[in-house]
């Protein structure tokens, strides 16, 4: 264990060893501080590891999009490390269901300026080209045991289906190629060890004290702990600035097979975001279906205080909700007796937008409130603070002037602003994951 480093990243998953792989690589050096026992073990091993491009706002997407390009050439991302067990991009698209939640005229306003492919469906392309969905309108979504779930659809919906959408297929695969990487350029690692203190000096400098009883004195700091983040930002003394509540939240993501004929001519089907009916269905190869839910009003959100203390296991209620759900969407869908799937923790923020930024104590960043939709984004948010912690380090004002990165492959402008743990409130924000 070092006793003094240039920066010290509290985190391992894909957001944290992205941020280390970055810093180390522009010549930093870098401890990486987790309790888990390896890379990717909380919350990014929970992840759906959704790669899509629909969010409320032009930065968020066009973070999205540029993060994409990273995934599509994730050997190249990580400095082709000449490794064959690397986490994989599958392109398979995302049927987007129309819903007044997340109008579909911004969303397209937004795809053309970033330069995003898209499809406009109505309700007879959506039906021809997911086989067997039900494209009835029935929002808002309804408990699965109350009588009004099963009414009949009113009206019919279209769809926005963004082609070159997709999954990564082992995302605790990914944040440990992101480790590896950082590994490669100088970064260090402590692993099953817990931060229980930190203090800053008159210096400036901070002291992270760990559970084994050593030190580490360090001028930067970057809280990029996930549901413990909040924790870590109370240590710290950091937080009265924040116009922007962050709370962990527990959820499930939901295994089943995937229906007949969802998977055509040995390609797989679509992703499918389903706001209309509060549930989102990702496959997987082999001939699985990932099913997840979005927040829907009527269903109470499992806030927790102490993500430590979360149920890890998948219960059958949850199970029964969300695979109902997407069994009204693709009938053809069976509901198994006995449920599978895994249990995570989200960090998320009130507006569900994650908040990349420095703190009111000069040498402290975050990269916190990642809501579990910022997997896709990992590879950029990395050179994102890296940007940042360059520049507020040299003297900028990023409260007054914020830092704008500029995307290596897309050359898509992004205003860190927009990420702020002073914005303002993201009122156009679709209230759940989707972000």
């Avoid at 522009?26 to 491009?53: C, H, M, N, Q």
């Avoid at 990487?181 to 203090?199: E, H, L």
């Avoid at 809501?371 to 948010?381: E, M, R, T």
Wanted: hydrophobic share 40%.
């Amino acid at each position: 264990m070092p006793r003094s480093t240039d920066v010290v990243v509290v985190g391992a998953g894909v957001i944290g060893n992205s941020i280390a792989y970055e810093l180390s690589a522009r010549g930093y050096r870098v401890l990486v501080v987790d309790k888990e026992g390896g890379p990717g073990f909380g919350s990014t091993s929970a992840s759906s590891a959704i790669i899509r491009f629909n969010y409320s706002t032009f930065d968020g997407m066009g973070m999205a999009w540029e993060s994409a390009q990273c995934w599509k050439n994730w050997p190249e991302h990580l400095g082709n490390p000449g490794s064959t067990d690397l986490a994989r991009f599958h392109e398979c698209g995302m049927v987007f269901l129309d819903v007044d939640l997340a109008p579909r005229a911004r969303t397209v306003r937004l795809f053309d300026k970033i330069g995003v492919a898209y499809e406009l469906w109505d309700s007879t392309t959506l039906g021809e080209r997911v086989p067997g969905i039900d494209v009835g309108s029935y929002f808002p979504p309804k408990p699965v045991d109350s009588d009004a779930f099963y009414a009949d659809a009113a009206t019919s919906l279209g769809a926005v289906f963004t082609p070159q959408a997709g999954f990564v297929d082992d995302p605790r695969l990914a944040a440990a190629n992101l480790g590896a990487a950082a590994a490669s350029a100088g970064a260090r690692f402590a692993f099953r060890t817990r931060v229980v203190g930190i203090d800053q000096q008159v210096s400036g400098r901070w002291v992270v004290h760990l559970d084994n009883g050593d030190t580490v004195e360090a001028p930067i700091v970057v809280n990029a702990a996930g549901p413990w983040s909040g924790a870590l930002n109370a240590m710290a003394g950091v937080g009265s600035d924040f116009t922007v509540e962050v709370r962990p939240l527990r959820q499930e993501v939901h295994h089943v097979s995937a229906p007949e004929g969802y998977n055509q001519d040995a390609r797989l089907g679509p992703m499918i975001a389903d706001l209309d009916l509060g549930t989102y269905m990702r496959p997987e190869r082999g001939g699985g279906l990932l099913i997840g839910g979005t927040e829907p009003e009527c269903d109470p959100l499992e806030w927790i205080d102490d993500p430590d203390s979360a149920n890890p296991s998948r219960t059958a209620a949850r199970f029964q909700a969300q695979v109902t759900r997407a069994a009204r969407r693709l009938p053809r869908l069976s509901v198994p007796f006995q449920p599978r799937g895994i249990a995570g923790v989200y960090d998320a923020s009130s507006d569900w937008t994650p908040i990349y930024d420095r703190t009111d104590r000069a040498g402290f960043y975050i990269a916190m409130g990642t809501s579990g939709n910022q997997f896709k984004n990992a590879p950029v948010v990395g050179r994102m603070l890296a940007t940042l912690i360059d520049k507020v380090e040299a003297g900028h004002d990023h409260d007054v002037d914020p830092v704008v990165y500029t995307g290596a492959h897309t050359g898509v402008k992004i205003d860190l602003g927009s990420f702020s743990r002073r914005r303002e409130f993201n009122t156009e924000s679709t209230g759940t994951v989707l972000g």
